[in-house]
């Protein structure tokens, strides 16, 4: 095998030079009732070192994205293409053999629930060390010494005892710290984290948001956070992109999302979330009806059936056309929507809300 | 573990009382009376009487249990002779003492069910697994259906069937003889072969079922998604993972199984003319011969229990978040 572990810089043909570059990425599964297009077209870049935070409902093609990424779908019933690169390494079609080197040593996950992701039938400092020994040849005691060290990093107490327990030995708080070390082992470049605080209570969310902080500035990790909760994006990301139906709707800086967003959904889920400064008496105003079945997609833009402007858009493109993600860089939206109508609503009707 | 051993076995030592009574008043109450059925067709009720006082038929039965019971474990005298502890009593049927019986027949049960549970075992889970491995393809597939036809298959039939194939049309192998194993390792085995073939076909066919979905189920846990995640290669992810999980499960229902072979199988003996406990079961049953029938049950629910001990010990040892206590 002539493939390196971890390429240096990006050379790839394209030109584009970013740490992280997914293009066109569409990730379709067949089931017995149809194709579900689980993620559609879907482009986006992620720098080094820096955190991205990928929003949306249950369904929107989150987890889907990011498991394609690691390459686990399961080949059998799905179908990947387009395109994504890892330091110019191509991972859409990669061998098994590849990826296997590149996951838990050039990129790791962190999944939602710590107690079911890891092993029962193992001990904590087994399931890091085991990573570690797998990608560096370490042997057993380095591996186990890793563990501890790890452990410490992730601030667990009494971490050369606790690195012979089990799973359910530690408590929730504990074992997402131990989920984090074990995803950080081998000082990946690129950090998956899938709604890495949902079963924690909030006392704990923020703690462990504040660690995979620290950690990050500490080692240069890029992060990509998926997530429903606005406010932790707000609190770790510098990017944000909203996604529906398996598809981008909004893209930008999280000043620019969370401060002045311009698409209808992003409204809807702004507007849909408590706030402690805002008005107490306005009540909150979730995003009406339900996510559409990614099997039977609504013609036009997927949002249409959801969408509260569509008279404001001449011509009734919102039902045949489907909005493009414009423009190229910087702060787009995938809405038919001039800039100025978008610019107007948001300032007459949800700003208000919002408070 | 000492403990929970200690616990267990004085636990299971309660549940074997309860089997021995529930055993016990069951059989006064099936309306055989064993002193009528020994005595013979010209039955004068002298002749009765002294039957029944012989057979202890006279006493209260709260009393012929406490006999029964003590004489486990001190032994007992009977006209016919001393019984040594542990005595389950005379069977005026055989004419024989009933731990002479048991002791006699039990070797071929163990042997007809240790030779099939290595047989079973093997080839179950090792075709489980790898369909498992294989899943959705040919190897899956054909493993899938001739497992089913297998497990749908019976003794009866295919025993029968065996023979014909193996001893009766072709002469390949001896037609199916318990030898002692400390006397004749080779005709030991050469004897039970064809038993051992029919009843590990339909077991086998048990375990890959069992096997393949345990595994199934173990590799869409999210632990072992975990696992290749961190970049743990197909072979470690599906043995030190997905196999770790799945072998709690197996481990129960082969223990469980085992407990339940040897207390006798009736119908493969019956179909090889084996003479094991299975058999015993069902000559004592058609014969009225209730004390001989409550020494099988107890022999068999003893095994039973014996096994549910051990499996509880082996599962808390694969998986750590069981505590004996």
Redesign the interface.
Known sequence: MTTQAKPEGATASGGSSSFLSVRDLSVRFSTEDGVVRAVDNLSFELEAGTTLGIVGESGSGKSVTNLAI?G?HNP?NTEITGSIKLQGQELVGAT?REL??????TM??I?Q?PL???????TIGKQIG??FQ??TGASKSEARDRAIEMLTKVGIPQPKTRVDN?P?QFSGGMRQRAMIA??LVCNPALVIADEPTTALDVTVQAQILDLLKDLQQEMGTAIILITHDLGVVARTAQNVMVMYAGRAVERGTVREVLKKPQHPYTWGLLSSMPSLSGPVDVPLTPVRGTPPSLINLPTGCPFNPRCDHMEQVVGGKCTSERPPLSPQGGHATACHLSSGQKQDIFIDQIQPRLG | MLRFLVRRSLGAIVILLIISMVTFALFFAIPADPARLSCGKVCTPENLALIRHSMNLDKPVPEQYWDWLTSIFVGRDYSAGHCSAPCFGYSFDKKEMITHTLLDRFPTTLSLTIGSAIIFVIFGVGTGMLAALK??KAVDKIASSASLLASSMQIYVAGPLALWAFCYSTDWLSLPTYVNFTEDPLGWAGGLLVPWIVLSLIWTANYTRMTRSSMVEQLS???V??????????RAVFL??AW??AMGTIVTVFGIDLGVLLGGAVITETTFNLHGLGGLAIDSYKQSDLSMLVGVTMVASFLIVLFNIIVDAVYAM????IRLA
Not at chain 1, 116 to 122: E, I, Q, R, V, Y
Not at chain 2, 225 to 234: E, F, I, L, Y
């Open positions: 690691l686990l059998v098994n296997e080197k590149l996951r838990g040593h790791s996950m999944f629930d079911t992701a890891l092993s029962p039938f193992h085991e990573t797998k990608h089990y359910h074990m995803s | 899943q959705g846990e999210d632990y998604r975990t696992a290749r995640a961190k970049g743990m290669s197909g030190r993972y770790r999980g694969i998986d750590p978040r």
